[in-house]
């Protein structure tokens, strides 16, 4: 681990040092820099390459300049988007953005279903003004994985092969294996299906309620794949709220302020489909944490059901 204060006079003049407000695929940093409250990201290593990590930021740059509500880099004192260690890691700052998350983690929503309606109305408008945003701005210079049909549901999944969680029956591992060939043939006829760049992670850690509206945060994790995955993320942790329906169908309707939503359907598909990649992502993320590895295969579980269903 470097020296986070040397690390972050890479930016200026350090007025409060670092401190950690994150630790997942990054270790994440607030921290005050030259008058300026900035996000100070210590990318993991080897999860993400130089050139995609220097896309993201150039994508998130970009989307900002049109007015998309999320981070913008922070070039450092050299004039660079992104920092490389000693070590080889990479670490870079982005502008902080002052609100709380909408939720934590996997804790159910509370509410009436007034205020979830609107809530999630909210969320769908700010997935589809993402949509439009990534969609009016220049990302041919942009490199970023693939979440297509054989890193969601391939033979080797991007984040790992689901069906081998450990905690899996083995007529549950079958059951998956037999949900992953069936979705993998759905996706491959969708011949109309919206794609293009997504972020990936709209869990709701990721989207800030801010004074000027919801925010989008943590694009570690963007890439090209389909629009509707996003919104199946959106809703995936909400699998077992007793107002689902309520929560989908907002989603949709939001959406749909700003572009043509998916079919209800294809937003049960699409939460499945999450569902499974995080059951494979604890495999390696939660070794050792028998009770959050069996938490995400009781998840893709029950989306799997309610899919082939």
Same mark, same amino acid.
């Given at each position: @681990? ?15 040092? =670092? ?6 695929? !990054? ?97 769908? $408008? ?9 969609? /009016?701005?220049?990302? *041919? ?23 081998? !969680? =450990? ?23 969708? &011949? ?7 972020? $990936? &992670?709209? #869990? ?6 801010? =004074? *000027? ?28 709220? =007793?107002?689902? /329906?309520? #929560?989908?169908? +907002? ?20 939460? @499945?489909?999450? $569902?499974? /990649? ?10 050792? !944490? #028998? +009770?959050?590895?069996?938490?995400? +295969? ?12």
């Amino acid at each position: @681990m470097p020296d986070l204060s040397t690390l972050a006079a890479r930016w200026g003049r350090v007025d409060e040092p =670092p401190k950690l407000v994150a630790a997942r695929e !990054n270790h994440v940093y607030r921290c005050q820099i030259e008058g300026q409250a900035v996000a100070l990201r210590l990318h993991r290593a080897a999860y993400q390459s130089k050139a995609a990590i220097e896309s993201e930021l150039r994508w998130m740059a970009r989307l900002a300049e049109v007015g998309f509500p999320c981070p913008r880099p922070v070039p450092s004192s050299a004039g660079a988007v992104l920092e490389t260690l000693e070590t080889g890691q990479h670490a870079s700052a982005i502008s902080w953005l002052d609100g709380e998350a909408i939720g934590d983690g996997d804790t159910a929503l509370t509410g009436s279903e007034q205020e979830l309606a609107a809530l999630f109305a909210a969320v769908g $408008a700010l997935i589809a003004a993402f949509h439009d945003a990534t969609d /009016a701005i220049d990302t *041919a210079d942009l490199m970023r994985p693939a979440w297509d049909a054989d890193a969601l549901v391939g033979d080797a999944p991007l984040w790992g092969k689901f069906w081998e !969680n =450990p905690t899996l029956s083995e007529a549950e591992a079958d059951l998956l294996i037999e949900a992953k060939a069936r979705a993998y043939d759905t996706l491959v006829a969708m &011949d109309t299906v919206d794609a293009g760049l997504i972020h $990936a &992670d709209c #869990l709701q850690e990721n989207i800030l309620s801010t =004074p *000027a509206g919801l925010a989008l945060i943590d694009f570690d994790d963007a890439g090209f794949g389909y629009r509707g995955y996003d919104l199946g993320t959106a809703l995936v942790q909400h699998y077992a709220h =007793p107002r689902l /329906a309520l #929560l989908g169908d +907002a989603l949709l309707a939001g959406y749909g302020t700003l572009r043509t939503p998916p079919s209800p359907d294809e937003l049960r598909f699409f939460t @499945m489909l999450r $569902a499974m /990649a995080s059951c494979g992502w604890v495999i390696t993320r939660g070794a050792g !944490n #028998l +009770a959050y590895q069996r938490a995400q +295969a009781d998840r893709a579980m029950a989306c799997v059901r309610a899919w082939l269903e």
